[in-house]
Nanobody, 123 residues
Framework: QVTLVESGGGLVQTGGSLELSCTASGRTYSSHIMGWFRQAPGKEREFVAAIRWGAGTKYYSDSVKGRFIISRVSAENKIFLQMNNLKPEDTAVYFC????????????????WGQGTQVTVSS
């Protein structure tokens, strides 16, 4: 059984930065993908960023490209999301997910999810 635990959310002003982390239990294989999604009230879960575990290939949504950076520490089975130049529209619950597959931008494709961490950006 895989468990994912996120941390690092909080309240920040527009233009500020936050770093989220996600630690996964169990082994992560090179073909696996770890991703970040977010969900605002009344909206669907939205793709933010993903990283292919073995090659380290990174993927970003257009809305965060150039502002957010996804990274991993393989030895610790951990991923990070560095969020810079935050905007009020980034406010959401952020979820970490693990995918055994290739559809990294599709939430329903992920097999495992963390409990989420709230990010609030004030204007």
């Amino acid at each position: 059984q895989v468990t994912l635990v996120e941390s690092g959310g909080g309240l920040v002003q527009t233009g500020g930065s936050l770093e989220l982390s996600c630690t996964a239990s169990g082994r992560t294989y090179s073909s696996h993908i770890m991703g970040w999604f977010r969900q605002a009230p009344g909206k669907e879960r939205e793709f933010v960023a993903a990283i292919r575990w073995g090659a380290g290939t990174k993927y970003y949504s257009d809305s965060v490209k150039g502002r957010f950076i996804i990274s991993r520490v393989s030895a610790e089975n951990k991923i990070f999301l560095q969020m810079n130049n935050l905007k009020p529209e980034d406010t959401a619950v952020y979820f970490c997910g693990k995918l055994i597959g290739s559809d990294f931008a599709i939430a329903s494709a992920y097999q495992y999810w963390g409990q989420g961490t709230q990010v609030t950006v004030s204007s």
